[in-house]
């Protein structure tokens, strides 16, 4: 149980355009879904906490407007990247707080050309 | 602040070998630790608690509250133990996990 999906797995994209990667909780219900970001060899960088049916926060130094996080339902949050740029690629991951634990996504891999 | 510290990038050892990888921590309060996993190409997954104190493929790891340090021990390592594991801790008022840098455990035959 407590299987967490992301879709696409893998994306790439041009300049200038917008990307939206989803994350849903498979069997469970998440209230609280949270957004990384991982650099090739690197730590896991938290960007937001989405909250359903709520605004999402946003950790120091991450753009709001850049990364759109929508909590929609108890199963599904939405991490758009709008207007892409290549320093943007990167591994994006998001997790699913359940029982006070965090499962993982399998991570969505964003390059932008 | 709250900061999580593994000085280790990278520990390699040979099979049979015993290891141990470091994690520090910073937090005020009490701390709720984690060890975290990722073997290459999988996903993030949970490999041990300090709350639960259990022990998970052969890995333990104590907290140490006057050392403020959770390391992850094994006695015999197995090649396929080979990962990155991240050190996490949790807050609890936002429920955020804090993670290391992370070490990555290489294990020749």
């Given at each position: 149980?407590?299987?967490?999906?992301?879709?696409?797995?893998?994306?790439?994209?041009?300049?200038?355009t917008s990307v939206k990667i989803e994350c849903r909780s498979l069997d469970f219900q998440a209230t609280t879904m949270f957004w990384?970001?991982?650099?090739?060899?690197?730590?896991?960088?938290?960007?937001?906490?989405?909250?359903?049916?709520?605004?999402?926060?946003?950790?120091?130094?991450?753009?709001?407007?850049?990364?759109?996080?929508?909590?929609?339902?108890?199963?599904?949050?939405?991490?758009?990247?709008?207007?892409?740029?290549?320093?943007?690629?990167?591994?994006?991951?998001?997790?699913?707080?359940?029982?006070?634990?965090?499962?993982?996504?399998?991570?969505?891999?964003?390059?932008?050309? | 602040?709250?900061?999580?510290?593994q000085p280790e990038k990278l520990l390699s050892v040979f099979k049979g070998a015993p290891v141990e990888l470091k994690c520090n921590?910073?937090?005020?309060?009490?701390?709720?630790?984690?060890?975290?996993?990722?073997?290459?190409?999988?996903?993030?997954?949970?490999?041990?608690?300090?709350?639960?104190?259990?022990?998970?493929?052969?890995?333990?790891?104590?907290?140490n509250k006057g050392e403020t340090s959770f390391h992850l021990k094994k006695p015999f390592a197995q090649e396929e133990d080979s990962?990155?594991?991240?050190?996490?801790?949790?807050?609890?008022?936002?429920?955020?996990?804090?993670?290391?840098?992370?070490?990555?455990?290489?294990?020749?035959?």
């Open positions: 149980g407590a299987v967490v999906s992301q879709h696409p797995s893998w994306v790439i994209c041009k300049s200038g990384y970001r991982q650099f090739p060899k690197q730590s896991l960088m938290l960007m937001a906490t989405s909250n359903e049916g709520s605004k999402a926060t946003y950790e120091q130094g991450v753009e709001k407007d850049k990364f759109l996080i929508n909590h929609a339902s108890l199963t599904l949050s939405t991490l758009t990247v709008t207007s892409a740029h290549p320093e943007d690629s990167s591994f994006y991951i998001c997790s699913a707080s359940f029982v006070y634990e965090q499962y993982f996504g399998p991570g969505t891999r964003l390059t932008v050309t | 602040a709250q900061r999580v510290t921590y910073s937090y005020s309060g009490s701390p709720e630790l984690f060890w975290y996993v990722q073997y290459s190409r999988q996903r993030l997954q949970l490999l041990l608690r300090h709350i639960s104190r259990e022990s998970i493929k052969g890995f333990t790891a104590d907290l990962a990155m594991y991240y050190c996490a801790l949790r807050d609890y008022n936002t429920d955020k996990l804090i993670f290391g840098t992370g070490t990555r455990l290489q294990v020749f035959p």
